[in-house]
């Protein structure tokens, strides 16, 4: 499997709190099946805003750490941005991260409002040829009350992102049968844990894939877990 959400750089977001929690938190991660991993710190204003070249080299300090541990799992870098008017000229100024350095931009919209920047920020990326991908569309209480919100999206060619940990009901009941709705009818793209700490999501990797299992069949399954996200990291685009 291949991840591409997570907030396993340490001193950063509300993630990992020092390099021995993301050097547990990889370990886990590689118990679980995980090959690769996208690093994907917040990047919200004024809150967290640690530059590309910080987050790159505490990811550096990480990998190599990784390798003398004999880890085999790669690394590598983006962001979850959260929906602000100025993405492009963060990922100029390299501000962000783009999703392993590819057209590919993981963004997040607020939980519980919808805003207007969702149709005009996605627009403009989607006209500077960035591929734009949603995170955790479940999450959102909109999206929770009327799932066609998420229409004009799919018309863009926008990707969507689902928390594996959505099936067990991490964030509510809501959330689980949104992201079941929206597996069902193969509108997920990718799944992926954002985790943000130990003995969390990784951990409970058995558990997720058997409910996964009852939902996502064969191809399906086989995309939304990692041939998706190796497109992701190669910069293919499939939509
Ligand atoms: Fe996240």
């Known amino acids: 499997m291949i991840d591409l959400h997570c907030h396993i750089i340490y001193d950063t977001d509300d993630g990992a709190k020092d390099i021995e929690n993301s050097i547990s938190m990889i ?4 118990q679980a099946g995980f090959t690769k991993i996208c690093c994907t710190p917040h990047y ?32 590598f870098l983006g962001n979850e941005i959260y929906i602000t008017n100025d993405i492009k000229e963060l990922i100029k100024t390299e501000e962000v991260s783009t999703m392993a350095n590819t057209n590919y931009v993981l963004v997040e919209f607020p939980m519980m409002f919808k805003t207007y920047l969702a149709e005009s920020e996605i627009n403009d990326l989607i006209s500077r040829k960035y591929n734009v991908i949603i995170a955790h569309p479940e999450r959102y209480s909109y999206v929770q009350k009327d799932i066609r919100f998420l229409d004009s999206l799919i018309q863009k060619g926008v990707y969507f992102q689902g928390n594996y940990e ?32 130990e003995n969390s999501t990784y951990t409970k990797m058995n558990k997720i894939i058997k409910v ?13 877990t990692k041939y998706n996200q190796e497109k992701v990291l190669k910069n293919i685009v499939f939509k």
């Open 166 to 197: 959505s099936l067990l009901g991490k964030y509510g009941n809501q959330a689980k049968k949104t992201l079941i709705k929206l597996i069902k009818e193969k509108k997920i793209d990718f799944l992926s844990s954002d985790n943000h700490k």
């Open 27 to 30: 370990k886990e991660a590689f």
């Open 44 to 75: 919200l204003a004024p809150q967290y805003v640690k530059s590309k070249q910080e987050n790159f080299e505490k990811l550096n300090i990480i990998k190599q750490r990784v390798k003398e541990e004999n880890i085999d799992i790669e690394l």
């Open 212 to 224: 996964l299992k009852k939902y996502a069949k064969d191809e399906y399954f086989d995309n939304i």
